[in-house]
Nanobody, 124 residues
Framework: QVQLVESGGGLVQSGGSLRLTCAAS????????MGWFRQAPGKEREFVAT????????DYTDSVKGRFTISRDDARNTVYLQMNSLKPEDAAVYYC?????????????????WGQGTQVTVSS
């Protein structure tokens, strides 16, 4: 069992930065692939970023490549999403998710554990 709690969301101007944090419970955090997803009003939840066991593999959706960075600190049971050069279209509720798979996956179906989400608002 893994419980996930996101934090770090808020209101930022276009071009600004935020760092989202996902704190996980459980002693086997290092054995979970982790992902970030987001859902804007009226839209389906979409993949943002993922990181494998040990952090050796990462992947991003095209719209955030070069602007967002996912990382993990297994000693702190934490995964981060550094978001730079934010755009109004990045505004959404951001969710952290955990998967028992070793690799980094963009497939929502492999993630069995989800946080409650944190709101990111970007003003133009």
């Amino acid at each position: 069992q893994v419980q996930l709690v996101e934090s770090g969301g808020g209101l930022v101007q276009s071009g600004g930065s935020l760092r989202l944090t996902c704190a996980a419970s459980g002693r086997t955090f290092s054995r979970y692939g982790m992902g970030w997803f987001r859902q804007a009003p009226g839209k389906e939840r979409e993949f943002v970023a993922t990181i494998s066991w040990g952090g050796g593999t990462t992947d991003y959706t095209d719209s955030v490549k070069g602007r967002f960075t996912i990382s993990r600190d297994d000693a702190r049971n934490t995964v981060y999403l550094q978001m730079n050069s934010l755009k109004p279209e990045d505004a959404a509720v951001y969710y952290c998710a955990a998967s028992p798979l070793r690799g980094a996956s963009s497939r929502e179906v492999v993630y069995g554990y989800w946080g409650q989400g944190t709101q990111v608002t970007v003003s133009s």
